[in-house]
């Protein structure tokens, strides 16, 4: 089969797309036959190397896929094929003392596709038929497959982790990336007042369509101190964190007294200078956040394919112009996430 996979880590270039053998299936095991894979952060860091993480080559990146059924497990029963799904990228063991207890994100052997495993970037996939969701009709595969990694991280951080209530202001730093276009969608529907930022003003106003009240550009204004005016002085209650290390103390800054800031991610870097004072003082909760559980899944995804939260896609490239794809996405240029067709 015809799959995007480098044969070692570094940079774009080592993107090829190559004939790899098509994987067979396990018995509790689907094939989805890929028909659009979104890209995600995690695939830069994937293709780069992460410390730790020794892969057999070729490796195929990207995990949020959707696509139709193509083959069947011997032990799978209420899937078939033929069927329109989206893909969860989470892997779990399903035995630990974490999956028994229904937080599979925490699972002692916790896995994402695409970056432990062969992922979506190809003809077909391999998941566990657990891992599958039906889609409707209705819903194009560009869409479905824009929805499962951020909308699962966005919602577990904030409804499950901050338990963002009706009312309160939530900070969301970087407004363009996927996640940041899915966690301001949940916020709003949330029923929150929701703060963003970004350093480009063209997202901005893209952000406000999502559901942004005040919108906020970085590189023109002191953010934190913008908020802290919107806010009388008070700050927000929630900050929803995956910048890392470039805005973190000015997140801390912006919360008020006794507020959460919840952290999914560390793109600028993951040592921070650290403020301990205002955390005590202040009485923080710093909270962090992986994925979701099973049951977190199907409630976002229920409201995704119910049509009230509608994932942001950014640009479609053919699985071809893959390196293209990844390009736009080294450089922070999307507004919501950048998918391949296949
Ligand atoms: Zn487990």
């Given at each position: 089969m015809k799959a995007l996979a480098?044969?070692?880590?570094?940079?774009?270039?080592?993107l090829q797309l190559l004939d790899v053998p098509p994987p067979d299936v396990g018995a509790d095991e689907v094939l989805v036959g890929v028909q659009a894979v979104a890209l995600n952060r995690l695939d830069l860091f994937t293709l780069g190397g992460l410390p730790g993480l020794k892969l057999p080559m070729p490796h195929i990146p990207a995990g949020d896929v959707a696509g139709v059924v193509a083959k069947i497990g011997a032990?799978?029963?209420g899937v078939e094929v033929g069927q329109r799904v989206l893909v969860n990228p989470s892997l779990w063991c399903g035995r630990c003392e974490f999956c028994t207890s229904g937080?599979?994100?925490?699972?002692?052997?916790f896995k994402i596709l695409g970056e432990h495993v062969w992922g979506g970037a190809a003809e077909l996939v391999r998941v566990p038929a657990r891992n599958v969701l039906p889609i409707p009709d209705a819903l194009p595969f560009e869409i479905a497959a824009a929805a499962p990694l951020v909308y699962q991280t966005a919602w577990r951080a904030l409804i499950?982790?901050?338990?963002l209530k009706i009312g309160e202001d939530v900070l969301i730093l970087g407004a363009g990336a996927g996640v940041s276009t899915a966690a301001i969608q949940i916020a709003k529907h949330a029923g929150a007042r929701v703060f963003v930022t970004s350093s480009s003003d063209e997202k901005l106003p893209k952000a406000k369509t999502l559901g942004a009240d005040v919108a906020i550009n970085y590189t023109t204004q002191e953010w934190d101190k913008e908020v802290w005016k919107a806010t009388n002085k008070r700050g927000v209650d929630v900050v929803f964190e995956s910048v890392g290390a470039a805005t973190w103390l000015k997140a801390i800054r912006a919360l008020r007294k006794g507020g959460r800031l919840v952290t999914?991610?560390?793109?600028?870097?993951?040592n921070p200078p650290e403020e301990i004072r205002q955390i005590f003082w202040k009485q923080i909760d710093i909270l962090g956040s992986t994925m979701a559980n099973q049951r977190e899944f199907r409630e976002v995804m229920r409201l995704v394919l119910r049509g009230e939260l509608k994932p942001a896609v950014d640009s479609v490239f053919p699985l071809a112009r893959g390196r293209e794809a990844f390009a736009r996405l080294s450089r922070g240029e999307q507004f919501g996430k950048i998918v391949l067709t296949v």
């Open positions: 480098f044969m070692e880590h570094g940079g774009i270039e080592k032990a799978v029963s937080e599979e994100s925490l699972c002692n052997d499950s982790r901050a338990r999914i991610g560390a793109t600028t870097g993951p």
